[in-house]
Nanobody, 121 residues
Framework: QVQLVESGGGLVQPGGSLRLSCAAS????????MGWYRQAPGKQRELVAI???????NYADSVKGRFTISRDNAKNTVYLQTNSLKPEDTAVYYCYANVYRLTTRRTYDYWGQGTQVTVSS
């Protein structure tokens, strides 16, 4: 069974920073694309950042220059460094991973439970 475990959310003031982490656990898995989505109150879920298995990142325009996504393939972990946080960044942040399962030789999409990020003065 594959699980994505997220951590690092919290309450910060505008201009502050947080580092989110998400680790994929399980046997017989290879993580492909991983990323972060977020959903603010009353809004649809949106892509924040994604990173390929080779480490190539892409960002939403709203966070470009402020957030940095990275990964540690040895740990099956993806990170999101959030800097210069704004109130509009307030949302539940969800980890995403596309995972190749060796047992079935198929890929599957997995989601974390979400971690709350609140930016408020």
């Amino acid at each position: 069974q594959v699980q994505l475990v997220e951590s690092g959310g919290g309450l910060v003031q505008p201009g502050g920073s947080l580092r989110l982490s998400c680790a994929a656990s399980g046997s017989g898995l290879i993580t492909n694309t991983m990323g972060w989505y977020r959903q603010a109150p009353g809004k649809q879920r949106e892509l924040v950042a994604i990173i390929s298995s080779g480490g190539n990142p892409n960002y939403a325009d709203s966070v470009k220059g402020r957030f940095t996504i990275s990964r540690d393939n040895a740990k099956n972990t993806v990170y999101l460094q959030t800097n210069s946080l704004k109130p509009e960044d307030t949302a539940v942040y969800y980890c995403y991973a596309n995972v190749y399962r060796l047992t079935t030789r198929r890929t599957y999409d997995y989601w974390g439970q979400g971690t709350q990020v609140t930016v408020s003065s």
